[in-house]
């Protein structure tokens, strides 16, 4: 059995969420508590385990069929299944104002409110840009399309969107080329990938420490970035394909 942490997860079921709980279980570690949001199936779950299985992500980013229920039961966590699909319900509220733990670990879901993040916890938030200069929805694809780089940043959730302390910063390598059947590779493997292993940093550094400590951002005035349009998305993914060197290894190496 792992070793329980003092760490919650709000679990939106998803892919991420798979990818997060993957990194705990390969540090040996499980969260204390489990606060299950009822949002339905996990989207274009078996499309990612197929495309997954024909491309081996298991092996070089996450296993998309990492069994949650079993690690739950194996780990004896602790869950609060939650009628409710609102990340600001009262029945989330309530839960998050009884946890018994300092830290929780957002999954997604929505937007957190003051009130939310008013109730005595630390929310933990994997944000899939390097800040403070990419805030917002969609940065990695902005990041990539802007200076061909990719970053994550795991910071403490504050009412205004993506200004919180940093925790842990992680800056990745693209190196990896796009077949044109991995349609669900960036948006639900490459985005999850990078935000698991700055979580893992963030894990690694409360197993050394059994605390978490953030460093103030830097002051930023550029406004933060909307949810891409399609074809500068695609533009993006056209500029990592320009970007695969074949003599170099293949994969999203992290730098930092």
Known sequence: MNQKVN?????????????YLNIFNDLGIAPSEIYWMNNGPIRNLNEVIWESEKYNYAEGFFDASFD???FIEDNIISVDKLDTSD????????TVKAANVDYILFTGGGILNSETLGLGKQFIHIHPGTLPGFRGSTCFYYSILAEGSLGASAIFMDPNIDVGGVI???D????????ADQPLFVDYVLDSFIRAQTLR???????ANKVLDAQEQPKYEMPAYYVMHPLLRH???????????YEQPLGINQLS
Do not use: H, T
Not at 172 to 179: H, L, M, Q, T, V
């Open 235 to 245: 533009k993006s993914i056209n500029k990592m394909r320009s970007m695969v060197n």
């Open 201 to 207: 940093k963030v894990l690694l550094s409360y197993k």
């Open 68 to 70: 949650i229920d079993a």
């Open 172 to 179: 990745f390598n693209i190196n990896y080329p796009i077949e």
């Open 87 to 94: 990340v600001n319900s009262v029945v989330v509220q309530e």
């Open 7 to 19: 760490i919650g997860v709000l679990l939106w079921p998803s892919i991420r969420s798979i990818a």
């Open 168 to 170: 842990e910063s992680v």
